[in-house]
Every structure is written in C-alpha cells, then in structure tokens.
C-alpha cells in the first residue's frame, strides 16, 4: 500500500491527508475488521429465543436442556439466560472430526 501524504500548511491545526480510493478501502475494510473482531470477543447475554437462532435450535429445548448446558445460567425464577461465547466453545467441542 502506498503511504499516504500529509500536508501541515494548514492555517489551523488541522492535518490534511491525501490518499487514494485503493488506499481509504484497505483503511476502512481494516478498521470493520477490527470492529467485527472486538464484538465477536465480546461477552453477551442472549435470552432464549435469540440463543435458539445461534444453535438453530427452538426455545423450548433450550428451556429444557436449560441445567445440562454449560453456558445456561438462571438469573431469577424464570429468567434463563446464555452465554454467547460459551454456546461458540460448546459448538466448537460438537464439531465432527
């Protein structure tokens, strides 16, 4: 990639860059994929009906298989959440070899 040039005569303390089409995609094509990673890492709660879509399973067997998953946690009477990045390492240990 070639560097992209600065120029400091502005009056203010603004920095003017100059750079190509070629070269704002590979910044911006970078920048989502850093962004996409930092969100995959993320740690999120899902409820029922959003894991069953991860899992492609349905809510209900979710539900029931709710105390044998790894990554189930309940949090109230009736409040049953789910580890984003435990269902991605319990379906990664599923994988066939």
């Known amino acids: 990639m070639d560097t992209p040039t600065s120029k400091t005569d502005a009056t203010d303390s603004t920095l003017l860059v100059t750079m190509t089409r070629g070269q704002l995609r590979e910044l911006l094509l970078e920048t989502v994929q850093v962004a996409r990673t930092a969100q995959e890492n993320e740690e999120r709660w ?3 009906e959003e894991a069953a879509k991860v899992l492609s399973v349905s809510a ?5 298989q709710g105390k044998k998953l790894p990554f189930a946690r309940k949090l109230g009477s009736k409040m049953l959440r789910f580890s984003y990045l435990g269902m991605v390492k319990w379906m990664e ?3 066939p070899s």
Do not use: N
């Open 46 to 48: 899902m409820d029922a």
């Open 60 to 64: 209900d067997w979710l539900y029931r």
């Open 93 to 95: 240990t599923r994988k």
